[in-house]
């Protein structure tokens, strides 16, 4: 398996525009979490799903955060507008069962200017 | 929530043993994992503690005590290639919550 998938490695925006950041889980697993890694707050959970539903979304920092999940093999992470305190690396992870351990993609460096 | 503590930087020499120690505080606890994360890569599992004890796998230990609330990893005959950040993890429910995590530096 190639593992989990993320796009892009690394992403430059303006303050103000909109990014997607996307995810391939690896094939069969049942639960996608994203986090957000910075050097001041750590790895911080975002949201994550189980069979394609939103489970958990509290650690979505405001509304101009949402993801979605449409089918098992794909999710994304969307930030509208964009601010420079959200640059950070963007880790997708995901898990066979809830208790399993977590795989994680590369990660998405993002930097909004 | 969580409160999970590990000390920010250790250092050691190549060929000695470190011990990184994790303290947490958790209304709910379903098990402890620790990863390790070398710069600008992602992080990987390294082991997962859900009983009292020890476990060991390789040159990698990690033991847990739930009524203390403690775990650690030990990292033995250590390699330049260990030098990275090791993630103290609490799972409750689903959920992991991370340490903000011990950068090793190991020196030949």
């Known amino acids: 398996d190639a593992g989990v998938i993320q796009s892009p490695r690394h992403e430059v925006t303006e303050m103000g525009q909109e990014v997607t950041l996307r995810c391939k889980p690896i094939?069969?697993?049942?639960?996608l979490f994203w986090y957000r890694q910075t050097m001041m707050r750590g790895l911080e959970l975002l949201i994550y799903?189980?069979?394609?539903?939103?489970?958990?979304d509290s650690g979505m920092p405001e509304d101009r955060f949402s993801a979605k999940m449409p089918n098992a093999s794909f999710s994304t992470l969307k930030i509208q507008p964009s601010e420079p305190r959200d640059s950070a690396v963007y880790f997708c992870?995901?898990?066979f069962g809830g208790g399993g351990e977590q795989y994680f993609g590369p990660g998405t460096r993002l930097t909004v200017t | 929530g969580q409160n999970i503590d590990q000390p920010t930087e250790m250092t050691a020499t190549e060929g000695a043993i470190v011990q990184i120690n994790c303290t947490y505080q958790?209304?709910?606890?379903?098990?402890l994992f620790w990863y390790q994360q070398h710069a600008g890569e992602a992080p990987t599992f390294l082991s997962y503690?859900?009983?009292?004890g020890l476990e060991e796998k390789g040159r990698f230990s990690s033991f847990l005590s739930r009524s203390k609330g403690y775990s650690y990893l030990l990292l033995k005959e250590l390699q330049m290639k260990d030098s990275a950040s090791y993630l103290c993890?609490?799972?409750?429910?689903?959920?992991?919550?991370f340490g903000a995590g011990t950068t090793v530096t190991v020196r030949a």
């Open positions: 992870a995901s898990s």
């Open positions: 094939s069969g697993h049942d639960y």
């Open positions: 799903f189980n069979n394609n539903v939103p489970i958990d």
């Open positions: 958790t209304s709910g606890f379903n098990g």
């Open positions: 503690n859900v009983l009292d």
């Open positions: 993890a609490v799972r409750e429910g689903q959920v992991l919550s």
